[in-house]
């Protein structure tokens, strides 16, 4: 398994933060979350997750009747704005991992590629074959993985793009406090900003 780093800290909440931090596939679900919703929101729903069902086995997930699993989705607090159709893109998720990987998430980034480890490029692509990651999302993942969790196979940066720059406040990748979080926000808002401007 690939090496973890430490601490950290991406919604506030110490114990919701500790399982992102010491489950791998916690951080994954979570980022699969970030998508019309505040970041630290996301990143709260596995624990949610975890809480109603007693577990986040992939397994468990990917067996769960789909009906039942909405209905923990959707439960207030739901684990997302779209609750429902994010339960259906979170099982998703779970069977990929399950079918592709056997269950272990961190073989995403620790089974080998073509010649030997996984390279940036190779384990973005993995990412990118997920159900619910695109290109943008499949970097930023990559991004905190290398910037926050120790996992730095060759050419990480480049295939994360500027989501891998040092000192930058472009997603949840660099979310390390509260004030770091509003900056990202911040950051956020901005680009949104522009790219309605100059449409």
Request: no cysteine; net charge negative; charged share 25%.
């Amino acid at each position: 398994m690939a090496p973890m780093a430490t601490d950290l800290w991406i919604t506030g909440d110490a114990d919701t933060d500790t399982l992102l931090a010491e489950d791998p596939f916690a951080l994954l679900v979570g980022m699969l979350l970030d998508q019309q919703y505040p970041m630290e929101h996301a990143f709260a729903g596995p624990r949610k997750i975890k809480d109603r069902l007693g577990t986040l086995d992939p397994h468990a997930i990917a067996d769960a009747d789909p009906d039942e699993f909405v209905a923990l989705a959707t439960t207030p607090p739901a684990i997302h704005r779209y609750g429902r159709s994010m339960a259906g893109r979170v099982q998703a998720v779970a069977r990929a991992v399950v079918d592709d990987y056997d269950g272990d998430v961190t073989r995403i980034w620790t089974a080998p590629g073509a010649e030997g480890p996984p390279t940036g490029a190779e384990v973005l692509a993995r990412l990118q074959a997920l159900p619910g990651f695109g290109k943008q999302k499949a970097q930023i993942f990559l991004a905190l993985l290398g910037k926050q969790r120790g996992v730095q196979p060759q050419g990480w940066r480049e295939a994360a793009g500027h989501y891998a720059d040092e000192g930058s406040r472009r997603s949840i990748a660099d979310v390390t406090s509260a004030e770091s979080l509003a900056e990202v926000r911040a950051f956020k808002k901005a680009a949104k900003a522009a790219a309605k401007s100059s449409a």
